[in-house]
């Protein structure tokens, strides 16, 4: 009877989580004018350790991209890499940030995560040092984009994109859901890159 029991518990839950994570990662493109504070003034970490201002982005369009290593958006890698591919030459840059704050699923060391994004995904782009995104010991910059951010909010899951334009400001927030190659987010970037 017990084991009944326990069987329906762990049932119940699968379904509730699963419920939650649908619902957060719904697939939302939110869309604002250039406004708000620009994000110019943090800085992060390369994996290496070494600081990485936001102010080397003044001029460009950057996609900057919470990650993980295990989660079932892991493969967006590969779009990601495409868009670096795609706009490069023209001022863009993706930016990745991998995060564990998501169910665990970025329990690698910063080396890890570095082999892992250039073996499995071939990616060019900045792959930063691991930075917490939720709770009051967040990254600065991620607290200023759920904060105060013309698109404001939680970050709901891994894989949620930042467009931010030349002026630093943040022009757009894609969820999750929304694959890298979404017709949205090209032609955002497309209008943020001056056509």
């Known amino acids: 009877m017990l084991k009944w029991i326990l069987l ?12 939650f994570i649908s619902r957060v990662t719904a697939s939302r493109v ?13 800085t992060l970490r390369t994996a290496t350790g070494a600081p990485a201002p936001t102010s080397a982005w003044a001029g460009q369009v950057v996609l900057l991209v919470n990650t993980a290593s295990k989660c079932g958006y892991t493969k967006q890698y590969d779009g990601l890499e495409a868009l ?3 706009f490069a030459a023209r001022g863009f840059t993706v930016v990745a940030v991998p995060s564990n704050d998501f169910l665990g699923q970025e329990p690698g060391s910063d080396a890890e ?16 040092a691991k930075e917490r995104v939720l709770g ?18 939680r970050i709901p899951w891994n894989f949620t994109k930042y467009l931010i334009g030349r002026d630093g400001r943040v022009l757009a927030r894609f969820d999750p859901r929304v694959d890298p190659l ?14």
């Open 30 to 42: 939110h869309t604002a004018r250039s406004a708000g504070e620009p994000v110019h003034g943090f």
């Open 136 to 153: 009051s010991d967040a990254h600065p910059l991620f607290r200023r984009l759920q904060d105060q951010a013309p698109v404001p909010g």
């Open 84 to 86: 670096q591919d795609r």
């Open 8 to 19: 329906a518990v762990a049932l119940l839950a699968a379904g509730a989580a699963a419920l």
């Open 182 to 195: 979404d017709p949205r987010v090209e032609a955002a970037i497309t209008a943020a890159l001056g056509g």
């Open 113 to 128: 995560i570095q082999e892992f994004c250039k073996v499995r995904f071939s990616t060019s782009f900045p792959v930063m």
